[in-house]
């Protein structure tokens, strides 16, 4: 059974997201204060986590950062606010996606829950090399000089569907599908983020990258190497 930390304030959002969880199926465990999140996370060891912005004692970007620095696990944000800082900023602190409170619907979440545990898909190359990188897709292991690059899974699978394909320009909206498990249309900020996470860590110079390219108008494609 796959397991779900909420990290939310607000008791009764709280206590209806973990019972709706378990009704669906997963193991769900509720937290509502920052400050103690990143331990309940060491003891819980969820597969997920849906965690809010607006938190006491800590905040969930600070929460986010903690668990990012030792762990890959998918964390979904959970905010009230939309504006464009607020967002990113928790994208940029290591969050795999976001959802804007009030939720329109728990299928909704649900369908990106879903979407961020889905096993992998098969892969159509055991390893890939891109420049200085080899992408080990059968150990899900990215090396660069011999030197383990420490990727998320998002990051990997985004590095991945653009490396498969490398004469390929994908459109924001294309890697939306193929990587987050989007159907509709939804926010690309995610993409561009994400994109921005991923060459800090492969990238010389990620200011002036040669990895992952971006199409000036059209999206983004592996280099030319």
């Not at 400050?35 to 997920?48: K, R, S, V």
């Not at 060459?199 to 030319?224: F, H, L, M, W």
Request: charged share 30%; net charge negative; with cysteine.
């Amino acid at each position: 059974m796959q397991k779900v930390l909420v990290v939310e304030d607000e008791l009764p959002l709280n206590q209806q997201l973990t019972d709706l969880l378990e009704n669906a199926g997963y193991q769900a465990m509720g937290v509502t204060d920052g400050g103690t999140a990143f331990l309940a996370f060491q003891d819980f060891e969820p597969d997920l986590v849906l965690l809010d912005v607006m938190l006491p004692n800590k905040t969930g970007i600070e929460v986010c950062r903690e668990i990012r620095a030792v762990s890959g696990v998918p964390i979904i944000m959970l905010t009230a606010k939309a504006e464009d800082e607020d967002v990113v900023d928790g994208l940029e602190a290591g969050a795999d996606d976001y959802i804007l409170k009030p939720m329109p619907s728990f299928k909704v979440l649900q369908a990106r829950i879903e979407a961020r545990l889905r096993p992998l898909r098969q892969p159509e190359f055991t390893e890939i090399i891109l420049g200085p990188l080899v992408i080990d897709v059968l150990g899900h292991e990215v090396r660069r000089d011999g030197v383990r690059v420490a990727l998320t899974p998002l990051e990997f699978n985004l590095l991945q569907t653009l490396a498969e394909a490398p004469k390929q320009v994908f459109k924001r909206e294309d890697l939306l599908k193929k990587v987050w498990g989007y159907h509709y249309d939804a926010d690309t900020r995610l993409v561009n983020v994400h994109v921005q996470r991923l060459r800090s860590k492969i990238e010389d110079d990620p200011d002036n990258p040669k990895i992952v390219v971006t199409e000036r108008g059209v999206g983004y494609k592996a280099g030319q190497f």
